[in-house]
């Protein structure tokens, strides 16, 4: 079944910038639309954006909006999500998913185990 593997996590500082990778691996990556989702300490699972599976269509969450940036190389498997102007609030562990553009989780049947990204004040 497919995998997906995210990468480029760290701390930063705030206003900084991150680029985190998502690489899909047992499958070719352009058979699924892929989500990105983040998880804050004692806060439930939030939708950050999504892709199709061609790239040609993206959504995001409104607190996201303008700041972050969700593209993709299937030639390489590969969903990258650029985020810009980091906010301490932005601080989570960000996972991949794959199977949805939507922005409700239960939409998507396949998880990465994800990437720790801490911006600081």
């Known amino acids: 079944q497919v995998r997906l593997d995210e990468s480029g996590g760290r701390l930063v500082q705030a206003g900084g910038s991150l680029r985190l990778s998502c690489v899909v691996s047992?499958?070719?990556?352009?058979?699924?639309?892929i989500g990105w989702f983040r998880q804050a300490p004692g806060k439930e699972r939030e939708f950050v954006g999504a892709?199709?599976?061609?790239?040609?269509?993206?959504n995001y969450a409104d607190s996201v909006k303008g700041r972050f940036t969700i593209s993709r190389d299937n030639a390489k498997n590969t969903v990258t999500l650029q985020m810009d102007n980091l906010r301490p609030e932005d601080t989570a562990l960000y996972h991949c998913?794959?199977?949805?553009?939507?922005?409700?989780?239960?939409?998507?049947?396949?998880w990465g185990p994800g990437t720790q990204v801490s911006v600081s004040s």
């Open positions: 892709i199709s599976r061609s790239g040609s269509s993206t």
């Open positions: 998913a794959a199977g949805s553009t939507d922005s409700d989780s239960k939409a998507y049947g396949y």
């Open positions: 047992n499958r070719p990556s352009s058979a699924y639309n």
